[in-house]
């Protein structure tokens, strides 16, 4: 079966080309792709090609598909699998593998599996570390988009504290404590929003801090203070451009925080982040730098004397992606909020190599259609030349501006096929 994907060749090197897949083993899976969300951590790889630990030293001569947050159908089921999962079934992957301690993983270090396919071979070591999981949602970009938000539960998780006088670590935020995000009005700062008032351990006050303005109106638009304080947990939203971000967050919470997350590699942030710490206080570094020499001063003296620490999270695990299948399929988590641009698979190598330079929050890619990456504020400027997006920015408006299922319907019964 001829497929087509995005592939990385090394530094900057993206290509999207045709080519057959290999036929399935006994042990293996095909698979189609239906939807991908473009994942920060591509463009780390794309950036740092085969210096990134997750990408081949071989990657120049043998080429991996890049994409790790898809959602698609199975297709062909080897031998092996047979009596586990059944050709049809939707699923997801949790990319994270750990397959005997490789750091090798789908959408990076793979020939034949990313989330930029339209088609993909499944292999072995995906199923036997039980990451080939069933999605039962009714919109493929909810799926796609369960992998960041394992990511946010994998952080809350692997964040910790003690008990004086004791060795043990108590894992989790501190449930009716005070959390601080930091940078954390992007995509990935909405799912730790909504994972920390809508899941199942919640902080008294949550204060999210972020440096632009439209970023913290939106979010403050889509996860409110209201909604908020109707699951008992008291929100703000500090814009900290150009003021001392350690006064405004101490303001907020004088006895300091519990926790705090930082979700960008910014020293400031982690100095901010260092001094707000209350008591056994503990930092979780989400933001990954592409530096390897990345560094910033912290307190040792509290270390001792206060017991603060830090701790830092890169993914979640399969239990984590159970976690957030299970609460968005419920609806108890809220995946649209993360979306701002829709396209094809024709715009993703321009999207991912310029993604920090791109506004807005998840780009939403469906590999089968032609498109070009299209903000959801901008239907209504497309609608006046094409009647797609006239649709599209009917339902979309309809939705408070965000995408939704019977959006996703309507494109991919209608739009153009790659």
Not at 45 to 56: D, F, I, L, M, N
């Amino acid at each position: 079966m001829k497929t087509k994907a995005v592939r990385l060749y090394g530094k900057g090197d993206l290509r999207l080309e045709t080519f057959d897949l290999p036929p399935i083993g006994e042990d293996e899976i095909l698979a189609r792709v239906i939807s991908d969300s473009i994942c920060m951590s591509s463009y780390k790889a794309t950036k740092q090609g085969a210096e990134h630990k997750r990408v081949p030293d071989n990657v120049a001569q043998n080429p991996v598909i890049i994409g790790h947050e898809f959602c698609g159908e199975l297709l062909e089921v080897g031998a092996k699998w047979a009596d586990k999962y059944a050709v049809g079934s939707k699923f997801v992957i949790q990319p994270a593998l750990n397959y005997n301690g490789s750091l090798h993983a789908p959408g990076y270090s793979y020939a034949y599996i990313g989330g930029d396919a339209t088609y993909v071979v499944i292999p072995n070591e995906v199923m036997l570390m039980d990451c080939l999981l069933p999605y039962a949602g009714d919109a493929m970009y909810k799926g796609s988009l369960t992998e960041p938000y394992s990511c946010v539960v994998g952080a809350f998780n692997a964040s910790y504290h003690t008990r004086r006088g004791t060795y043990i670590h108590h894992m989790g935020i501190r449930e009716g404590g005070n959390l601080a995000i930091l940078a954390g009005a992007g995509p990935m700062g909405l799912a730790a929003i909504d994972y920390a008032i809508h899941g199942p351990r919640r902080p008294k006050k949550l204060v999210v801090t972020d440096i632009s303005p439209a970023r913290l109106l939106r979010a403050a638009e889509i996860m409110t203070a209201d909604d908020a304080a109707a699951h008992g947990v008291e929100l703000i939203y500090e814009n900290t451009w150009n003021i001392d971000a350690y006064e405004t967050l101490r303001r907020d919470a004088p006895e300091g925080y519990d926790d705090v997350f930082i979700l960008a590699p910014n020293t400031s942030l982690v100095e901010t982040a260092d001094r707000i710490l209350a008591q056994d206080g503990c930092i979780n570094f989400f933001a990954g730098p592409t530096d390897a020499n990345f560094s910033a001063p912290f307190n040792f003296f509290n270390v001792h004397y206060a017991g603060t620490h830090v701790v830092g999270t890169s993914g979640g695990n399969a239990d984590d992606m159970r976690q957030a299948l299970e609460l968005i399929s419920t609806g108890t988590l809220h995946p649209a909020a993360l979306v701002t641009h829709i396209g094809g698979l024709d715009c993703v190598i321009e999207t991912t190599r310029r993604l920090p330079q791109v506004p807005g929050g998840k780009k939403l890619i469906y590999t089968g259609i032609s498109m070009p990456l299209t903000a959801i504020a901008d239907f209504e400027k497309k609608s006046k030349t094409d009647p797609l997006f006239r649709r599209l920015h009917e339902i979309c408006s309809a939705n408070n501006g965000l995408w939704c299922t019977e959006a996703e319907q309507v494109l991919l019964a209608n739009a153009k096929e790659i």
